[in-house]
């Protein structure tokens, strides 16, 4: 079992990276935003009723917040980033600057400066042009 304070860090490292604003889950859950952040923060307890409704926004279910599963998740994620990292590699040049072009055209809103800015960092394959 966690403690509140791994709890709500739980829910805020979720909210970010799944990019949702505190006033999304604030409306979900029919409070003002100083509320929501009040509650995120610990100041004030968050309900049963509003830890359903917080996992439902979110897309979990509401044990992700409660139980050690977080790290199981985290496993599974990394296994299919090793897959990923695995299948590039085995990809041709073309395939692979194919690849690197769909993933820069897939981003939108602010991920989209996320994805660009991953992908300058990579080396871009050189396609042979005979």
């Not at 968050?46 to 917080?54: A, F, H, S, Y």
């Not at 439902?56 to 990292?85: D, N, T, V």
């Amino acid at each position: 079992m966690l403690n509140a304070k791994e709890i709500l860090c739980r829910l805020r490292t979720l909210r970010k990276e799944k990019s949702i604003r505190q006033e999304y889950v604030a409306k979900r859950l029919g409070i003002d935003r100083t509320t929501y952040v009040r509650k995120e923060q610990g100041a004030i307890p968050i309900t049963t009723d509003e830890w359903l409704k917080l996992a439902r926004a979110m897309g979990k279910e509401p044990s992700y917040f409660f139980s050690r599963s977080g790290a199981s998740e985290k496993k599974h994620a990394e296994k299919k980033e090793r897959l990923l990292i695995e299948l590039y590699r085995s990809l041709s040049r073309e395939e692979r600057a194919e690849l690197l072009g769909v993933l820069s055209a897939a981003g939108k809103g602010p991920r989209k400066k996320d994805i660009k800015e991953a992908l300058e960092g990579l080396p871009t394959p050189k396609i042979s042009r005979q």
